[in-house]
């Protein structure tokens, strides 16, 4: 029972630490950024998540009215009625938005592979110059990476509402309804994280493997989407900046990740990463 219970706040702490570690790796993104002329690589990307937020602002004004009438035809009272239904709309447009947001985070992601992949392999070369030569990636077209990206952001959005639909619910209940929030917030920043971490092991790993990969250093994805899920808080500018700033330090945690396991070079070399 002490053995269990000893081993559980050991992986508890291994989790936070993982976390903290994949937070700090956020500190110098934009100068490597700046240093390694990325941005070019950004701009369809970002224009891209800013049109899309547009859009899911627009249907969360336009459909607010209708969702809210749907909500208030469940309430049989007269009195009460304007005021329910004030409550009904308000409530209606931020579910529309944290949904929106949801497809949103996973649509990007998958529309930017073929622009993220180049990003994280220059972030790759700097990092690692000394072991370009035995490091093999696999040979992946644009076509094959955007494929890629919408398998592995689907199967993300799967998962994610089956899990943030129920915490959502459950967070409405007064005073607990907070602690079910931030599991919803874990979760979501979990599969912002994967999303991010993918666009570094595409190069390395088969489809499975990135799976399996970053199910066991999960607290690293975790780390990642914290930041961006809180960026996406920003109005305008979090939402242009989230995915340089979060996939430049995405590739800097997976890379160190891939080292430290042995995973980066080809088995075959006699080079220590």
Known sequence: MKKSRSKKKMLQYKMIKNILRALKDYTGSFKLMTQLGLWKYFMVPMGISFLFAVLIGFTAYGLS??????????????????????????????????????????????????????????????????????????????????????????????????????????SLIPVVGIVFWIIGFLVQSYYAGFGNMDYTLERHFKYRESVDFVKSNRGYAIGNGIVFNAMLLIPVIGIILVLPVSVTAASKTTLELLSEQKLLTDPATNIIV
Do not use: C
């Open 65 to 170: 009215d209708n969702v809210a009438s749907v909500l208030t035809s469940l309430w049989v009272w007269e009195t009460g009625s304007e005021a329910f239904f004030a409550f009904a709309e308000i409530l209606s447009a931020i579910l529309i938005v944290i949904l929106g947001l949801l497809i949103y985070k996973h649509f990007v992601m998958a529309m930017s592979a073929p622009f993220m992949s180049p990003v994280s392999e220059k972030i790759e070369k700097h990092l690692y110059p000394d072991l370009q030569s035995s490091i093999t990636h696999r040979d992946t077209s644009y076509s094959a990476q955007l494929y890629r990206g919408i398998r592995i952001n689907v199967r993300n959005l799967f998962f994610e509402l089956l899990l943030t639909l129920p915490l959502l619910v459950l």
